[in-house]
Antibody, heavy 121, light 106 residues
Framework: QVQLVESGGGVVQPGGSLRLSCAAS????????MHWVRQAPGKGLEWVAL????????YYTDSVRGRFTISRDNSQNTLSLELKNLRPEDTALYYC??????????????WGQGTQVTVSS | DLQMTQSPSSLSASVGDRVTITCRAS??????LAWYQQKPGKVPKVLIY???TLQSGVPSRFSGSGSGTDFTLTISSLQPEDVATYYC?????????FGQGTKLEI
């Protein structure tokens, strides 16, 4: 079945870095645009970034642009998110999610369980 | 950036009630609108996409309507398992903005 499994979260000091990974299985990974979405404790969902299946286009929400980098390795069915210059407000559960279709703009039809990032001194 | 505003932020209803949640986009988004359900402690799950298309496996008591800037999620007969927070999301372009959520209680 379609599955997304995130890893790499942890506790980091402000200004620090982390690299999150998402292992995909059960579908043809290199045909789907992929996303990261986060949810701060007790708060709503915030879309973070997307990367097209062919890596030709990537987008970020304003608050992370220039600090976060989304990437993928289609040979390993893995999506990554590199987080730099972390701030306390980046503390959240980070979800990996799949595009619901093969068109450029699509809903999110499959979500992982999430990996927790905590930024604290 | 385009804003997505949901109302109400929370509501309480009884089993069997018809429940309606609205979502308004600050600019037109055609029908590029999805609705998600997030039960307490769980992963979000898509209910509706394309404003009105029911995701496979979702009970038929859920329905969506609207186009342009105004959208509605309706639960025709509320069930106890529908206790959750509901989010709308636009996906006509990046950023894929979510609404702030509507917490539904019985």
């Amino acid at each position: 079945q379609v599955q997304l499994v995130e890893s790499g979260g942890g506790v980091v000091q402000p200004g620090g870095s982390l690299r999150l990974s998402c292992a995909a299985s059960g579908f043809i990974f290199d045909t789907y645009t992929m996303h990261w979405v986060r949810q701060a404790p007790g708060k709503g969902l915030e879309w973070v970034a997307l990367l097209s299946h062919d890596e030709l286009y990537e987008y970020y929400t304003d608050s992370v642009r220039g600090r976060f980098t989304i990437s993928r390795d289609n040979s390993q069915n893995t999506l990554s998110l590199e987080l730099k210059n972390l701030r306390p407000e980046d503390t959240a559960l980070y979800y990996c999610a799949r595009n619901g279709g093969h068109s450029r703009w699509s809903w999110l039809d499959t979500w992982g369980q999430g990996t927790q990032v905590t930024v604290s001194s | 950036d385009l804003q997505m505003t949901q109302s109400p932020s929370s509501l309480s209803a009884s089993v069997g009630d018809r429940v309606t949640i609205t979502c308004r986009a600050s600019q037109g988004i055609s029908n590029y609108l999805a609705w998600y359900q997030q039960k307490p402690g769980k992963v979000p799950k898509v209910l509706i996409y394309g404003a009105s298309t029911l995701q496979s496996g979702v009970p038929s008591r859920f329905s969506g309507s609207g186009s342009g800037t105004d959208f509605t999620l309706t639960i025709s007969s509320l069930q106890p398992e529908d206790v959750a927070t509901y989010y709308c999301q636009k996906y006509n372009s990046a950023p894929y903005t979510f609404g702030q959520g509507t917490k539904l209680e019985i």
